[in-house]
């Protein structure tokens, strides 16, 4: 069948794009060869966010992937760790940004799991973002850290706003011709989506220009958009077809970030507070009069005791005291239509755990509650089994319960599943205990004993168990036994008796009792006496009737300790014989107490009612009568518990490990003893903990699984064939600990022609055993007799050998001791020679005596100044080159001189100089004191003008300064009529002043203080004239006033100094500047003017200039500036940074 010409027109059109489409991708890989890698970046948005390689050296085996998602939506981020290398489950963090850590928000949006796969050795951690807000979006971090090793990746969570859904589906736009329905049927017809496009394309053209391809509003679209699929659907919807020419354009395109209109700075993206603190939210804004607004998770915050708003000039500060975590929100300022929005995160308190877990040790059935105790109400805790957290989805078997700082786990009906180690973990401690379910064990108190009744006899058969809860069945060669009028079956407490009235020999069999619920029967047998009536003589010997399988008389009964003993013995004879029993030597006849004889017709019993040690003897019975005698002998073994094993003690300790040691008990209770069973428990505690639970054969056994420094005492059980015997005595209290590891950093700090002095570190493990101290030995190269160097450990980490042997090479080591005993050696890795070093002089002038040192007379001068040199320099003082007076004392040791006055005097101001001197090497370092007092009384005080009610007094600087700069001068005036002295001025850095307000128709005198850092002189200056205040007729010629231009340019009064410091402490420039109008001061680095840096801090207030450098580092060193300029000129003063790392 022919085609239509429409169908075949499109056929065409489409090979004819096809070829274009090739032709086009051979020239786009033509010229990706021909650019440079950096071009070839920029052709696909794919490389705006390329996968992560896996690192095959670091812990990761997936890193967490950057995701994209919409706003109100969840996110999971996943990252797989490589078990093989950690020696011990790994410490996973997530942070936000660079410090904030996401743990403080657990269980609100932010939930953390993880998992561990013990085949594969793969930990899987998962950090799941509940219900994504445009705040969440950013850099976030993980990072894995073990005991050794440690590794961190970095992504991003990128979060858009949400959009309504395209109403129309670009797929469903696509429509095959023909009646048929499968997929394939049919030709494509693009009619219905070129119809739209054509609509779109008509829209557009209105507000475009017909010689760009592109729309304009297109690029707005383009700007945040991340994923490829997202380009192509807006290049298919715009009908763009050179997707390779958009995607180039768009990177040309410089997106200028939109300034702000109102905010000149706004919020922060995050803050971080402890709970309980304040924090304050600073904006700025551009103009004072705006109306600002603040919300709280979109609600609006009025101002109250808790939110405080101030207004300091552009700046709007929000303070929120007492921060709690109903302050955990998003946050959000309003200046009309624009908005900043930031989060704060409240960090509780580390929460420690008070009082820990204990172990237990339950049956079957039982209800366990382990019980915590932490230092805060309502905190958040986490419950573990084996490594797992239980989640509330298990709380059909698992019941958390909290009560005030106490939390419970209970759980109702434990199983040998819930065996484990569980631990309670807090944000700031946890507590690890153990619990063990056992199955529950029925021991027999009381065993069925064989019975020998006669016809019409009664018959009772009793078991004793150690429960009283257990029920049984009866059963009579295999058949349960059911009650009846002459059968009766009962249970009081822990006995259960079968009673069977007027025995039948139908009943003759065996009898058992099994417990409900255990693999346990009881068994006995019942025989039935059968009655025989013979014709007899009258006179018959005497017979003992006993079944003597060895064909002799005698036999051996054996009895449990406790149990009852009966035992019947038939006879028979006429006359009726003499029953005669004894018991070793000795004739036994008792008729009542626990052990008699009980007799009867033609039968004599034997009855112990609880056996005894001291009832195993040999027995013998012997009847007698006119006619002859018989006689038969028993042995009766009497067997118990074993007594329990002596000599229990701990013979070696370990980290978490003890070995215990015991002797066989004396007496082994008439049977042999099979095992040991050995128990444990924490000092203090009352609960002891199995710690094996099958029969252990030996008389030593190493314990495991111990915590390190806790105070464990054990006890030993001997079993037998008949049961297990008394605790053995409880060990004394020992604590597993171990040995330290080997003493870190070991150094050589100092070597002469005979000693040699190290210095190193603690172990880095200690455990809980301490460390008691040290010991140091030495050998010489190519020997391995090491000698010690201290027969008493030292508990410093320094030690001087001395005595050593000079030009020798020695190689030393050092070895940490404690309660466990010696660690690994850590030894030096080169030997050292035994030989003076020289070492050139070298003052080390502290930092405020680089500077004038100024001291008050009469005070103390007492200055250490350190110095280095071997071997000991000779140190020189001297004062402008002569030597120092008798007043002065000089103490030199090795390492440092002491300048030392004990009442400064005006004369021992001046420059002092220090001369350290070795072999021809000298250095020189000097300083300058100053002692100042009290200055003295100003000079010509006088009244030099009175008007009004003002005067004017001027006077001259005082002779004697004080040796320091006057500060200032305290002016008094007093009236002649009372003379009492009130205070005019008070540091009055001038030499005239104008005392006004004086009373009309007073005559006034005047005197003057001088003062200095010392104080104010002790005597004042007094005014050589008096200052008249006249009633009337006054008048008042004010002098010709010429305004005076105070306007001056920028002059640093006092500039810049070098300064050197050591790395890792905070440091400040000072620097004061003069100027009118006042001049804008800028600090530079390096001729770069230092700009909004964290790290720096200027401070600018009276005209004394300070620039804080927070915790420099090497590469803060350089040349430091600071400019200050105003109309009239500029002035600069510049220093040079020296920071010294510590050596």
């Keep these: 069948m022919p085609e239509p010409p429409k169908a075949a027109a499109k056929k065409e059109a489409k090979k004819e794009e096809k070829k274009e489409k090739k032709e086009e991708k051979k020239e786009e890989k033509q010229g990706e060869e021909e650019k440079p890698p950096k071009d070839s970046k920029d ?67 932010f939930q953390f799991k993880e998992a561990f796969d013990k085949e594969s050795k793969v930990y899987t951690f998962e950090l799941h973002i509940s219900k994504v807000a445009i705040s969440d979006r950013g850099d976030y971090r993980c990072e894995v850290a073990d005991k050794d090793k440690k590794d961190s990746c970095s992504f991003n969570i990128d979060v858009e706003a949400p959009r309504p859904n395209d109403k ?63 380009y192509e659907r807006i290049a298919f919807q715009y009908g763009i077809t050179d997707l390779r020419g958009m995607l180039k354009r768009l990177k040309k395109i410089k997106v200028e970030p939109k300034k702000s ?20 939210l600073v904006v700025e804004l551009s103009d004072p009069d705006l109306p600002l607004k603040w919300y709280k998770n979109g609600q609006l915050i009025k101002p109250s005791t808790k939110y405080v708003f101030e207004n300091v000039g552009l700046k709007r500060i929000l303070t929120i005291h007492k921060c709690s975590l109903a302050d955990d929100a998003a946050y959000e300022c309003r200046v009309n239509d624009e908005k900043s929005f930031t989060e704060v995160f409240v960090k509780e308190p580390p929460v420690t755990v008070m009082k820990g877990l204990d172990d237990q040790q339950v049956f079957v059935g039982d209800r366990v509650v382990l019980e915590a105790e932490v230092s805060e109400e309502g905190a958040q805790v986490m419950w573990m089994k084996d490594g797992v957290e239980l989640t509330r989805e298990e709380a059909f078997k698992y019941r958390f319960k909290k009560d005030g700082k106490k939390h419970y786990l209970i ?7 819930d065996t484990g180690r569980y631990k309670v973990m807090t944000n700031g401690g946890e507590s690890e205990a153990e619990v063990i379910v056992e199955e529950k064990k029925l021991e027999v108190l009381q065993d069925i004993a064989d019975l020998t009744v006669k016809a019409a006899e009664q018959a009772v058969f009793k078991c004793e168990v150690s429960d009283e809860k257990v029920t049984g069945k009866w059963y009579k060669n295999g058949v349960e036994v059911r009650p009846s009028k002459r059968i009766h079956i009962s249970h009081t407490g822990r006995c259960h008796k079968l009673v069977i009235d007027d025995v039948r020999p139908e009943d003759e069999g065996d009898y058992t009792f099994i417990p409900d619920g255990y693999a346990l029967s009881l068994s006995a047998k019942l025989n039935f006496l059968e009655i025989k009536v013979e014709y007899v003589p009258k006179q018959e010997p005497p017979k003992i009737h006993l079944d003597c399988s060895g064909k002799t008389a005698e036999n051996t009964i054996v009895v449990v300790a406790g149990n009852k003993l009966r035992l019947d013995v038939p006879i028979s004879g006429e006359p009726a014989p003499t029953v005669t029993w004894t018991k070793g030597d000795e004739v036994f006849a008792e008729k009542e107490g626990r052990a008699h004889i009980e007799e009867e017709k033609e039968l004599s019993s034997f009855v112990i009612e609880s056996a005894e040690r001291g009832d195993e003897a040999r027995y013998t019975i012997k009847v007698t009568n006119p006619v002859g005698e018989d006689s038969a002998v028993l042995f009766i073994k009497v067997v118990d518990v074993p007594d329990p094993p002596e ?117 880095e493990r200690v455990g809980a055993g301490g460390i008691d101290g040290y010991l140091v030995e030495y050998c010489r190269e190519g020997s391995d007799e090491w000698i010690p160097a201290n027969t008493e450990p030292v508990e410093r980490c320094g030690f001087t050998v001395k005595g050593l042997p000079t030009g020798e090479k020695l190689l030393f ?21 035994i030989r003076e070093i020289v070492e050139s002089p070298k003052i080390r002038l502290p930092r405020q005596l680089r500077e004038t040192y100024v001291r008050k007379v009469g005070e103390p001068v007492n200055l250490v100044i350190p110095f280095q040199g071997k071997p000991r320099p000779q140190v020189t003082w001297s004062k402008e080159g002569q030597p120092l007076g008798p007043d002065v004392n000089i103490r030199t040791s090795e390492l440092d001189t002491i300048f030392f006055i004990r009442a400064a005097a005006r004369h021992h101001s001046g420059p002092y100089e220090l001369s350290v001197r070795i072999e021809g090497m000298e250095d020189r370092a000097s300083l300058r004191l100053r002692v100042v007092e009290r200055p003295g009384p100003p000079q010509a005080v006088v009244v030099k003008e009175v008007w009004g009610s003002n005067a004017l007094v001027e006077w001259e600087p005082p002779k004697d300064d004080g040796n320091s700069e006057i500060t200032g001068y305290c002016v008094q005036k007093a009236d002649k009529k009372t003379m009492e002295w009130f205070t005019v001025y008070e540091h009055n850095r001038l030499t005239r002043c104008t005392v006004p307000e004086l009373v009309m128709g007073n005559e006034y005198l005047f005197r003057v203080y001088s003062e200095n850092v010392c104080g104010a002189s002790e005597a ?64 530079l680095k390096n001729k770069v003017e230092i700009g909004e840096d964290p790290k ?19 590469f803060d060193s350089g040349t430091y500036g600071c400019r200050a300029v105003n109309e009239l000129g500029e002035a600069l003063t510049e220093c040079k940074l020296e920071i010294r790392v510590p050596q």
């Excluded at 759980?411 to 599943?417: L, P, V």
């Excluded at 010629?1037 to 050591?1062: C, I, M, N, Q």
Aim: glycine content about 8%; charged content about 30%.
């Design 411 to 417: 759980i109702n009906e434990a199983t040998k599943e």
């Design 813 to 833: 080591r050092v070895i940490g001791v404690n309660i466990a005993g010696k660690s690994p050696p850590a030894t030096l890795v080169q030997p050292v020679t």
């Design 647 to 763: 000599a229990v003690r701990i013979t070696s300790v370990g980290e978490d490990w003890a070995v215990l040691a015991w002797e066989p008990p004396k007496y082994d209770g008439g049977q042999p003893v099979t095992g040991y069973l050995i128990e444990r428990k924490k000092k203090g505690s009352m609960r002891w903990m199995k710690v094996n639970f099958e029969v252990y054969a030996g008389t030593s056994y190493e314990s495991t699984k111990m915590i390190e420094g806790v105070l464990y005492e054990m006890r030993v059980f001997a079993v037998n064939a008949i049961g297990i015997s008394q605790p053995s005595h409880n060990t004394q209290p020992f604590m597993p600990i171990a040995p330290t590891s080997e003493p870190t950093h070991l150094t050589l700090e100092d070597v002469t022609d005979t000693t040699a002095t190290l210095k190193w570190r603690p172990p």
């Design 261 to 280: 209109e109102a905010f000149v700075r706004k919020l922060d993206p995050a803050y971080q507070v402890d709970k309980g603190n304040k924090i304050k």
């Design 1020 to 1083: 004042p200056a007094l005014s050589r004239n008096s200052a008249r205040i006249l009633k009337a007729g006054l008048t008042l010629k004010p002098p010709a006033y010429k305004e005076h231009d105070f306007r001056s340019a920028p002059k640093f009064l006092t500039p810049l100094v070098d300064r050197a410091v050591v790395a890792g402490y905070s440091m400040a420039l000072n620097c004061a500047v003069r100027g009118h109008p006042k001049p804008k001061v800028s600090w």
């Design 43 to 109: 052709d696909s948005p794919d490389d705006i966010h390329p996968p992560e390689p896996r690192d095959p050296d670091g812990l990761f085996l997936s890193k967490p992937q950057s995701v994209l998602v919409d706003s109100g939506k969840d996110v999971t981020v996943v990252a797989r760790v490589d078990g093989a290398q950690l020696a011990t489950k790994p410490a996973v963090k997530w942070f936000k940004g660079k410090w904030l850590e996401l743990g403080i928000k657990s269980g609100t949006r």
């Design 168 to 230: 129309d589906n670009v797929l469903q736009a696509f429509k095959r011709t023909g009646e048929a329905k499968g997929d394939m049927a049919g030709e494509l017809d693009f009619s219905g989506l070129l119809k739209k496009r054509e609509v779109q394309v008509e829209e557009k053209k209105k507000k475009k220009d017909e010689d760009d391809p592109f729309p304009p509003e297109i690029w707005e679209l383009l700007k945040g958009v991340t994923k490829k699929s997202e």
């Design 1096 to 1114: 720096f801090l200027m401070k600018h207030g009276e005209g004394v200039l300070t620039l804080h450098i927070r915790k420099p580092s090497p």
